[in-house]
């Protein structure tokens, strides 16, 4: 690998978003380039997989960055946001060809984020650089007495929003000057998805979906009474697609209100009582997931950190807060980072504080 120079280590971050691809270039800790690239429905929907939009979005990123100047060949890696991989630790894994044939198949599911590894390796190989994603979604660390639903056959799954929380918790220890593993956390990622975790011991020891149980988000559903989604299932009324997709991308707060967007609903809940009902039950229910990953560490939780866009609502921090306090202190880290954190996992692999995984060894390729 090249040595940094006098100039610094190189790094290329790229998060691949539903309607947009946001890349940042950094040198060492520093951004110098952020940029986000849209991409409206019109432009989307001619592909049938999200796998299918990787030369479009490619050739977007590639225009982006020769308008900036920026060269690949002049940098010391790529990173990426990971998608919906095997159930793997934390950490920065190399892309390779297992990551690649996973992400391809897309048999985890369909997800923006599937984009970011190839997109990293089409970008870096041609150099002969180093390509990475960092804390993907399916980070699991759960423990073995987390995974049981109920049902022999459903296994309770990690996907969260682990890059993020990960992140937001790191920085924490960073500013108190003690290590993450030290730290008891309970991190809770308010975005159009509300994902939580329980920190012990530097591992999310149980994690709460965004897509499949716990509060219900801006936009998804979060648990459902399970006799009456079978009823619903059985109805005739939709298709498995059409369901799922009303349950992650329509339920939650649009639902009951018509804005995903907090600072629309939270404008409206003074003058409409069905919006402040709607508002208040939001804030009970990320309450009450919080209380059940306090018991997880026992109640020994050292910071309650809340992160995401929506740490960014005053109103609904100080509601959230009122409810969880008596719990432990709660330190508000709003926004997500996440090309920040892409660049901080990098760098500690090019710093040699961290060793890069590979991820074919470890799902057995
Ligand atoms: N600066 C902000 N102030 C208040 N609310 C915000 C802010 N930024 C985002 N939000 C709200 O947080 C929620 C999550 O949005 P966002 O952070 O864009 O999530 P995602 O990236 O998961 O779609 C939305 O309801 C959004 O309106
Ligand atoms: C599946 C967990 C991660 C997640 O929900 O990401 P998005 O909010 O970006 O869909």
Not at 207 to 229: I, W
Not at 238 to 258: Q, S
Not at 276 to 283: G, K, Q, S, T
Not at 341 to 353: F, H, I, P
Request: proline content about 6%; glycine content about 10%; charged content about 25%.
């Amino acid at each position: 690998m090249q040595a940094p120079g006098r100039a610094g280590w190189r790094v290329l971050a790229i998060d691949p978003g539903s309607t947009s691809t946001r890349w940042a270039l950094y040198v060492d800790d520093n951004p110098v380039h952020e940029v986000t690239l849209r991409h409206l429905d019109a432009e989307l929907e001619a592909y049938v997989r999200v796998w299918d939009q990787i030369p479009y979005r490619l050739e977007r990123l590639r225009s982006s960055l020769a308008g900036r100047g920026v060269r690949v060949e002049d940098l010391h890696g790529v990173v990426a946001r990971g998608g919906l991989l095997a159930p793997i630790p934390g950490g920065t894994y190399s892309v390779d060809a297992a990551m690649l044939d996973d992400l391809a198949r897309a048999e985890r599911g369909e997800h923006a984020s599937n984009l970011g590894a190839p997109l990293a390796a089409h970008l870096a190989e041609p150099a002969g650089l180093p390509a990475w994603v960092v804390d993907p979604v399916s980070v699991d660390e759960m423990e073995p007495v987390a995974r049981l639903s109920g049902l022999p056959g459903i296994e309770r799954r990690s996907l969260c929003h682990a890059l993020n929380m990960r992140a937001a918790a790191r920085r924490l220890a960073q500013d108190l000057g003690v290590p993450y593993p030290s730290l008891r956390l309970v991190t809770v990622h308010l975005g159009s998805g509300v994902s939580l975790a329980a920190h012990r011991d530097g591992r999310m020891v149980d994690v709460c979906n965004p897509n499949d149980e716990g509060p219900f988000s801006p936009e998804r559903t979060g648990s459902l009474p399970v006799t009456q989604m079978v009823d619903l299932c059985f109805s005739g009324r939709y298709t498995a697609d059409e369901l799922k997709r009303a349950l992650v991308r329509r339920g939650g707060l649009v639902a009951y209100t018509g804005s995903r967007h907090l600072p629309d609903v939270l404008a409206r809940a003074g003058a409409d009582p069905e919006v402040r009902l709607a508002l208040d039950a939001f804030v009970y229910q990320v309450a009450k997931e919080v209380g059940a990953l306090a018991t997880v560490l026992e109640g020994r939780v050292d910071w309650i950190l809340l992160t995401g866009g929506g740490a960014h609502a005053a109103e609904l921090v100080a509601a959230l807060t009122e409810r969880v306090r008596f719990l432990a202190p709660v330190r508000v880290d709003p926004g997500e980072h996440e090309l920040e954190a892409l660049v901080q996992g990098a760098l500690r692999v090019l710093r040699n504080q961290e060793p890069a995984r590979f991820y074919g060894i470890m799902c057995g390729g």
